[in-house]
């Protein structure tokens, strides 16, 4: 098949370049929205067409199985297209379905089904499966060709029985999961066990190193690999096997990885060996029709937590390229054309990325028109954050016949921050989706804590018991369990009933007798304060005397930290709740706050199949985009984070994931911070992020819940509808209105809310306002408060 003559006739200058590169190393820096999956994509089907290369000698590696996915769909659809130019003379959409699937067909046994792509695990698995049985590694462990391949559960498992049991290591200071991460690490970072135990110079350290060793023999013996065994041995079997690797060099004659500035350094060692075949001098490199095509962008790389390496990408000149200036060189392209965001949108993503050392110049380009400006918003707290996003959300879907609910995205910097805004979709019955993980609700911390408050306000809950009673563990394991409940079921009683009696326990627990009593003994303490403690002060005891956030400090993870910070986002709720409902002392209880939890996590009212607003952590947002996006929680500490502030390069990164958030916008952003923010049950102050600063004011327009609803924060105007039209501009605080049932009000502290009864004492009204932000009713004297009736 040859390509028609229009082939490449609509791609823009340096995409055209980048594709029609032939042999030779070549990096492709693409800028947000720029292409670059296009490039890639045609770049393998001009390889193929152009060129003549069998597809079976190309190897593409994408950083997910989607990528991959959508790559070969591309690259179907474009040959797809091509033949019915060629032999019908039409255009691929307008053939009848049948002819399109027949082509869809043909291409895939021509082209697609012998090309390898797909990410650098499923490929070099692929090639262990081919070749593991010529492996050795340092202890003389071999592999066969039919190796299991553990997932995380599997490997936490092993770990754990190597610590607990065959060690006997104190599980608290050696807990299975922290050291599980620091093996992937050591293996990602490309250490053997004896390697990594020459670099350890404490005694944790050197105790790790023992537990790695021990756990790649148990590996062995079951025949089976973890996640990162799939990247650092193949790259240990080229190292050591001259014939192998000499193999895969000739047969990946063109290599393309896509997002290089994420890959870690086990990985840039296995392209560096199939691009090189192990040479090490640069000056005997043969690229005689053969390429190294990578692209990527150092201002998106975000992912150090997996010991991902953006200067993999800055050092691609010096180690494969000419090492040339940027305007001079044959072997960098930059990708500079954005075709995904409005101009003011880019123009705040290039003024904010340039405060970053550690990058490779470059500058987003629009194609777009400038479009309206960014919405900077100063709320109260996160309550009335949350308020005004969602509330925004509503007012541009009903207004906007072009928009629905999946137009939408919310992103954040921890997943905690997702609670308040969770809340009021659930109340609006708006469907939402969080992406790359739970609803706040269904997070197991959160379950795990709420079971605990279920307990202590139920104990005849055996379900949640049972979830809580070796969580964390206590050393009361299911067969102890099981006893307990059969008892219970042969008594006609609940567990508790047995749980509660130390007699019984002592009697059918065995040496986990200890255990269920002092589990007992904290179920029972609570309940005699239930009654009395108010409700922060119970939960925040609950909490403590569980043991859950010591045991998770004691874990020392990033997943470990994320669980306290939501933890922490529970307790939150539980002070908001109290007080809002401080007027009613009655519904401020532990069973009507459980209540609320559950009402706000029942979504069986939301259509399956619906558009959703996405909520997702900044780090999930990656790669996609939206046309409204709303950038939450712009605060120092917060975004970026406490740890990287004193830490330069960890604040580039934070800025760079700043970036990446901005960057996911087509239409519209906006941009939030809080004055105060709740954390753990106390309300902060809290300073708006550097972050804001580096902004270009005169692209930024702040938002005030007043008559004009948007205030230029420099010099010009934008225009913007509010809801609804205050009926006076002189300000707050009018008290000669005729309040009625049913009047929408202003009141300057609580916001916009609507009146639900009237008071009249001789000379003196009051009225019952329902606040927005707040979910609750106030009762306010109009002639004192700052009150404003509202058209």
């Not at 003389?140 to 290591?169: C, M, P, Y």
């Not at 049972?466 to 102890?480: D, E, L, V």
């Not at 306002?769 to 404003?788: E, H, M, Y």
Request: glycine share 6%; net charge negative; with cysteine.
């Amino acid at each position: 098949m040859t390509p028609t003559s229009n082939f490449l006739s609509h791609l823009n200058p340096s995409q055209r370049r980048a594709v029609e590169h032939f042999c030779g190393p070549l990096l492709v820096v693409a800028g947000a929205g720029s292409g670059k999956t296009r490039a890639l994509t045609f770049r393998i089907a001009n390889l193929i067409l152009e060129h003549r290369v069998d597809p079976e000698n190309i190897l593409a590696v994408t950083f997910t199985n989607k990528a991959a996915r959508e790559m070969k769909e591309r690259i179907q659809k474009l040959f797809a297209e091509q033949m019915a130019i060629q032999e019908y003379g039409e255009k691929y959409d307008l053939l009848p379905e049948y002819d399109q699937v027949k082509l869809r067909s043909r291409v895939y046994r021509m082209v697609i089904k012998d090309m390898w792509c797909g990410t650098f695990h499923s490929l070099f698995s692929r090639i262990l499966r081919l070749d593991i049985d010529k492996y050795q590694d340092e202890n003389g462990r071999k592999w066969d060709k039919n190796f299991s391949i553990f997932d995380d559960s599997d490997a936490h498992s092993l770990v754990k029985e190597i610590v607990t049991k065959q060690l006997n290591l104190d599980d608290k200071k050696f807990e299975p999961k922290s050291v599980r991460y620091a093996i992937g690490n050591a293996k990602n970072q490309g250490f053997t066990p004896k390697e990594f135990a020459s670099e350890q110079p404490n005694y944790r350290g050197k105790i790790i190193a023992q537990v790695y060793s021990i756990y790649q023999d148990k590996l062995a013996e079951n025949n089976a690999l973890d996640f990162d065994d799939l990247i650092l041995i193949p790259t240990r079997l080229f190292q050591q096997n001259e014939p192998v690797l000499d193999y895969w060099h000739r047969k990946f004659q063109h290599i393309l990885v896509d997002e290089y500035q994420d890959t870690n350094r086990t990985q840039y060692e296995l392209i560096r060996l199939l691009s090189t075949n192990g040479e090490t001098k640069k000056n005997k490199w043969s690229w005689d029709n053969r390429s190294t095509f990578v692209v990527g962008d150092a201002d998106q790389s975000i992912y150090s937590f997996r010991q991902a390496d953006f200067t993999i990408l800055l050092g691609f000149q010096d180690d494969f390229g000419d090492g040339r200036e940027d305007d001079n060189t044959q072997t960098m392209v930059k990708l500079e054309e954005n075709y995904r965001s409005c101009e003011n949108i880019l123009e705040a993503a290039n003024q904010l990325i340039e405060n970053n050392t550690q990058r490779i110049d470059k500058i987003l380009k629009p194609t777009r028109s400038a479009g309206e400006d960014i919405c900077l918003f100063k709320a109260d707290d996160e309550v009335v954050e949350a308020d005004f996003v969602i509330n925004q959300i509503r007012q541009l879907e009903a207004e906007n016949p072009d928009l629905n609910w999946g137009c939408f995205a919310i992103l954040y910097r921890t997943n905690a921050q997702s609670r308040p805004f969770e809340d009021l979709l659930v109340k609006y019955q708006i469907p939402y989706t969080v992406v790359g993980g739970f609803r706040f609700y269904d997070r197991k911390e959160i379950k795990d804590i709420l079971a605990y408050l279920k307990a202590v306000q139920n104990p005849a809950d055996a379900v949640n018991i049972q979830r809580i009673i070796n969580t964390p563990r206590r050393g009361i394991g299911k067969s102890t369990i099981d006893t307990l409940v059969r008892a219970a079921q042969e008594l006609g009683t609940n567990l508790w009933e047995i749980l509660s009696d130390e007699t019984s326990v002592n009697t059918l627990a065995g040496r986990a007798a200890k255990s269920v009593n002092h589990f007992a003994s904290i179920i029972k303490k609570w309940q005699a304060e239930i009654e009395t403690m108010p409700v922060t002060e119970l939960v925040a005891g609950i909490i403590e005397d569980s043991g859950y956030v010591q045991d998770l400090h004691n874990q020392g993870t990033d997943e470990a930290e994320d669980r306290i910070q939501n933890i922490q986002a529970l307790y939150n709720a539980v002070s908001e709740f109290q007080e809002e409902n401080e007027e009613n002392e009655e519904s401020v209880t532990l069973q009507k706050f459980l209540e609320k939890t559950s009402l706000s996590s029942d979504l069986d009212n939301l259509k399956e199949g619906d558009a959703a607003v996405s909520l997702m952590t900044l780090h999930a947002s990656k790669g996609l985009e939206f046309p409204v996006v709303f950038l939450v929680g712009l605060e120092q500490g917060l975004f970026p984070n406490y740890r990287s502030m004193q830490d330069p390069a960890s604040l580039e990164e934070e800025r760079r994931l700043c970036y990446v958030g901005i960057t996911r916008a087509q239409e519209r952003l906006f941009i939030s911070h809080a004055r105060e923010r709740r954390l753990y049950g106390s309300r902060e102050p809290a300073l708006r992020s550097q972050f804001l600063d580096e902004l270009p004011t005169e692209l930024v327009a702040n938002y005030h819940p007043s008559r004009k609803g948007y205030v230029k924060s420099a010099a010009g105007g934008i225009s913007a509808r509010t809801s609804r039209k205050t009926s006076f501009e002189n300000g707050f605080g009018d008290t000669n209105q005729n309040w009625q049932v049913g009047d929408h009000v202003l009141h300057k502290t609580f916001g916009e809310g609507e009146i639900t009864h009237v008071f009249d004492a001789a000379s003196k009204t009051s009225v019952a306002i329902k606040f927005l932000n707040l979910g609750s009713t106030k009762i306010i004297d109009p002639r004192v408060a700052q009150l404003q009736k509202m058209d």
